[in-house]
């Protein structure tokens, strides 16, 4: 069986009509159980009558530990909404949290109105488009996303916070590290055109010797979103996770690990975990809006 398979339209269409932009032509899944793990998901969400979003986002990402980390499920010949509740790395991580999540929030327990709502955060405007309406850097990942009542940031609002200025270009400048930019110079002009938006671009963040306070443990909520904010040159986020708190409120990062192999709790309190990391320089913390 090919690692990814298109569910024929047909097949997903006796369902009813999606309320997004993206067809099921337009689709890839990587099973066809995928649709009923997202049912039975959402069903299990709308059960447990949580309805705060970050205790939302942290029942869904427990439901998730142990699924194995596969990098670069997203990519393909062409674009086209992946879903897949099977094989995650950090990023889809988060964008499966999310989507879960909103889903519940709405009252929904359709695969098909997780679709939506994931297709409405990963995309520029969400709406799919060619793989520069992708939305690759977190920084526009946030502001595309809060300008449309998706996510808020709050870490301006977090003690000690403070802000860089940083040009973010680094998709444009290794292109030949991207499978989709590799010889395709026209998609190599678009990436940069959107990275025209990035330059100079300030950006608030948390520095990592402060994770270890107590006003900061306790302004962070599990369940909230947060990124890694690396000193990489023309990068501004390297991994993703969300944050886990013990019942001594000390902090954590649930996330899909490369290193782990898997969704997984990581080992050591979050501040101590960065302090290993030469390229971390601290967080960003985003929540549903």
């Known amino acids: 069986m090919k690692a990814f398979r298109i569910i024929s ?5 006796m369902g009813g009509l999606l309320s997004q932009a993206a067809t099921t032509a337009q689709m890839r899944f990587h099973c066809s159980g995928d649709t009923t793990t997202l049912d039975r998901l959402l069903l ?6 949580i309805s705060q979003p970050e205790a939302l986002v942290s029942f869904y990402a427990h439901k998730l530990l142990g699924t194995p980390y596969v990098a670069h499920t997203l990519e393909g010949d062409n674009e086209m909404l992946t879903i897949n509740i099977d094989q995650l790395d ?14 519940t929030l709405q009252g929904r327990q359709s695969w ?20 520069s309406t992708r939305l690759h850097y977190i920084s526009l990942w946030i502001i595309d996303n809060f300008s449309r009542g998706n ?16 040009t973010i270009n680094f998709m444009s400048a290794h292109a030949d ?9 026209a998609m190599v002009v678009k990436i940069k055109r959107m990275e025209d938006g990035l ?19 306790q302004a962070l909520h599990a369940g909230d979103f947060v990124g890694l904010v690396t000193r990489i040159d ?8 969300i944050i886990e708190k013990d019942e001594n409120g000390e902090i954590y990062l649930l996330d899909a690990s490369m290193s782990g192999g898997k969704v997984m709790i990581e080992s050591e309190p979050l501040g101590r975990w960065l302090k290993s990391g030469k390229n971390t320089l601290g967080i960003r913390v985003f929540r549903l809006k």
């Open 199 to 217: 330059r100079n671009h300030q950006m608030p963040y948390l520095k990592k010797m402060w994770l270890n306070k107590d006003d900061v443990r």
């Open 44 to 49: 299990e969400g709308q059960q447990s009558g």
């Open 9 to 13: 339209v047909a097949l997903l269409l």
């Open 234 to 241: 023309g990068l501004d986020i390297s991994h993703l996770g």
């Open 151 to 166: 996510l808020v940031e709050v870490t301006p609002d977090l003690p000690h916070a403070t802000t860089m200025v940083k």
């Open 112 to 131: 098909r109105d997780y679709a939506a709502n994931l297709e409405s955060l990963r995309y520029r405007g969400g709406v799919m488009g060619d793989y």
């Open 90 to 103: 950090c990023t889809t991580f988060v964008e499966t949290l999310y989507a879960l999540a909103r889903t």
């Open 177 to 185: 590290s991207y499978q989709s930019l590799k010889g395709d110079s």
